[in-house]
T-cell receptor, first 110, second 116 residues
Framework: QKEVEQDPGPLSVPEGAIVSLNCTYS??????FMWYRQYSRKGPELLMY????GNKEDGRFTAQVDKSSKYISLFIRDSQPSDSATYLC??????????FGIGTKLQVIP | GAGVSQSPSNKVTEKGKDVELRCDPI?????LYWYRQSLGQGLEFLIYFQGNSAPDKSGLPSDRFSAERTGGSVSTLTIQRTQQEDSAVYLC??????????????FGSGTQLSVL
């Protein structure tokens, strides 16, 4: 079983749609849960960062963590063409290595 | 500079040649990471530096790969006798260690390595 599972997509949605991106993980030592956004030919940039189970909201973005199910989600409301990118879930345990998902490619159609 | 800087942005080399990839982290960031991103493979951890030492080099795929960091700043990733399977984007990231475990990575734009 892979440590992190993420559907690579691609996921194509119309502008204004609600987008749901998900990852599952198997490592119980993961304590920090992150979402990175990566535009083409750029490095990933941190989008959302959470520690505990529950929801965290930032503008149009909501990160959700369910530690009991080892499942995290990122919701994007009122999606925009500028949201078109690859979204990577990321996890960190007590030491410094950050483990990434494969990334889901999202395209928002105007 | 304001962000993580990597050079070169693109590198084309012949199989069997050695290559050096450079990373300039954000000033003051004590932690530095190298990752590799291949099509369909996601981000693969290579090595992590804390200051000039590398407490975790578990991701280096073979002894052809090595990395060093000097002055707690610039890092160089060296690949000897390059192979076609080394073709990938090599990403560097840095973070400010706060001791709380919640350090956030800031990435450069990467070096696209193509081995012919």
């Amino acid at each position: 079983q892979k440590e992190v599972e993420q559907d690579p997509g691609p996921l194509s949605v119309p502008e204004g749609a609600i987008v749901s991106l998900n990852c599952t993980y198997s490592n119980s030592a993961f304590q920090y849960f992150m979402w990175y956004r990566q535009y083409s030919r750029k490095g990933p940039e941190l989008l959302m960062y959470t520690y505990s189970s529950g929801n965290k909201e930032d503008g149009r973005f909501t990160a959700q963590v369910d530690k009991s199910s080892k499942y995290i989600s990122l919701f994007i409301r009122d999606s925009q063409p500028s949201d078109s990118a690859t979204y990577l879930c990321a996890f960190k345990g007590g030491y410094q290595k950050v483990t990434f998902g494969i990334g889901t490619k999202l395209q928002v159609i105007p | 500079g304001a962000g993580v800087s990597q050079s070169p942005s693109n590198k084309v080399t012949e199989k069997g040649k050695d290559v050096e990839l450079r990373c300039d982290p954000i000033s003051g960031h004590t932690a530095l990471y190298w990752y590799r991103q291949s099509l369909g493979q996601g981000l693969e951890f290579l090595i992590y530096f804390q200051g000039n030492s590398a407490p975790d080099k578990s991701g280096l795929p073979s002894d052809r790969f090595s990395a060093e960091r000097t002055g707690g700043s610039v890092s160089t990733l060296t690949i000897q006798r390059t192979q076609q399977e080394d073709s990938a984007v090599y990403l560097c990231a840095s973070s400010l260690i706060t001791g709380g475990g919640n350090e956030k990575l800031f990435f450069g734009s990467g070096t696209q390595l193509s081995v012919l």
